[in-house]
């Protein structure tokens, strides 16, 4: 297997209104098939999709599906964007699950859970600068 995430399913109780929480924050769909919500991420994509059929699909019952003990992470350019990014998610309906704060390796970090209880960090890491499109890597990118 090569070393990537292609595409990120999120189950979903609400289509709708996941869709609309994802487009508060900013996000633009892209065409899908029926049944299914799509944005397109740098070098991947996040899809929305009921949560019963993800069970279903997996041939398991929904409440075996759990949340798990993951995040999703959203790395920002600068300290003061993850602020920006969470009063957004905030806004949308999120949420937030520890508010911004400096953390010990040096970085600038918060969490928030999306509107069927998705985990995201927000993170500013000043050692991992994003590229000038905002794709990240471990490293970083030169700047």
């Avoid at 927000?122 to 990240?136: D, I, K, M, R, T």
Wanted: cysteine-free.
């Amino acid at each position: 297997m090569e070393q990537r995430v292609s595409l990120i399913t999120l189950g979903v109780e609400d289509m709708d209104r996941a869709a609309a929480f994802y487009e508060a924050l900013g996000w633009g769909r892209v065409e899908a098939q029926e049944g299914i919500v799509v944005f397109d991420l740098i070098g991947q994509a996040l899809a929305l999709y009921p949560r019963a059929d993800l069970a279903r699909d997996m041939g398991l019952e929904p409440s075996e599906l759990g949340t798990g003990g993951a995040t999703l992470a959203n790395n920002v350019r600068t300290k003061a964007e993850v602020s920006e990014v969470v009063e957004q998610a905030r806004a949308a309906g999120a949420r937030v699950l520890k508010e911004p704060h400096d953390v010990f390796w040096g970085g600038h970090i918060a969490y928030f859970a999306d509107l069927d209880g998705h985990v995201w960090e927000v993170a500013h890491n000043p050692f991992s600068p994003l590229s000038p499109e905002g794709a990240f890597r471990w490293s970083g990118y030169a700047e």
